[in-house]
Antibody, heavy 122, light 107 residues
Framework: EVQLVQSGAAVKKPGESLKISCRGS????????IAWLRQVPGKGLEWMGI????????KYSPSFEGQVTFSVDKSITTAYLQWSSLKASDTAIYYC???????????????WGQGTLVTVSS | DIQMTQSPSSLSASVGDRVIITCRSS??????LNWYQQKPGKAPKLLIY???NLQSGVPSRFGGSGSGTDFSLTISSLQPEDFATYYC?????????FGQGTKLDIK
């Protein structure tokens, strides 16, 4: 059974750093991309970018480039999303999801993590 | 970026109703269009991929159609568990983009 399991909720102050995780299981982790998506509570879904688990190739949405960093440790089938200096506007739910390809794809986001709520408040 | 526009933004309907949600892309995306259902406090769930293909395990009352720039999601007979928010998403190019969502609630 394919599963993506994310780390738990985090409460941080502005300016602090944070790294959240997404562990994949039940499939060949190294042959898929992991996408990160943001959802501000009560709002829609935003695609932040992807990282290829096989070689850590990354593609960021222009809206998030320079604001976050993706990484992956394929030895433990885990992808990470990190911030070096959080802002209040980073408060949101962050999802990871499996993405088959960076190009045109007939099957995006077939499996999702449960979401990680990040709250940034002074 | 490809802009995705859904209509309506919200919709009230009754159990047993037939519901249609539409999605328009700002450029031709062939049939690289997916639909997701999201319930409160849960991650989105893939319903339809490649515009008209039912994801495994999704009830047959859900259907998708369209190609090019105009797409639709149809629920043939609403069930209580279908009240949720629905999103379309293009998988034609990067960055991937979503419609703003359609919230379906009980009349």
């Amino acid at each position: 059974e394919v599963q993506l399991v994310q780390s738990g909720a985090a409460v941080k102050k502005p300016g602090e750093s944070l790294k959240i995780s997404c562990r994949g299981s039940g499939y060949n982790f190294s042959t898929y991309w992991i996408a990160w998506l943001r959802q501000v509570p009560g709002k829609g879904l935003e695609w932040m970018g992807i990282i290829y688990a096989g070689d850590s190739d990354t593609k960021y949405s222009p809206s998030f480039e320079g604001q976050v960093t993706f990484s992956v440790d394929k030895s433990i089938t885990t992808a990470y999303l990190q911030w070096s200096s959080l802002k209040a506007s980073d408060t949101a739910i962050y999802y990871c999801a499996r993405q088959a390809t960076a190009g045109s794809s007939y099957l995006d986001f077939d499996f999702w993590g449960q979401g990680t709520l990040v709250t940034v408040s002074s | 970026d490809i802009q995705m526009t859904q209509s309506p933004s919200s919709l009230s309907a009754s159990v047993g109703d037939r519901v249609i949600i539409t999605c328009r892309s700002s450029q031709n995306i062939r049939n690289y269009l997916n639909w997701y259902q999201q319930k409160p406090g849960k991650a989105p769930k893939l319903l339809i991929y490649a515009a008209s293909n039912l994801q495994s395990g999704v009830p047959s009352r859900f259907g998708g159609s369209g190609s090019g720039t105009d797409f639709s999601l149809t629920i043939s007979s609403l069930q209580p568990e279908d009240f949720a928010t629905y999103y379309c998403q293009q998988s034609y190019s990067l960055p991937r983009t979503f419609g703003q969502g359609t919230k379906l609630d009980i009349k």
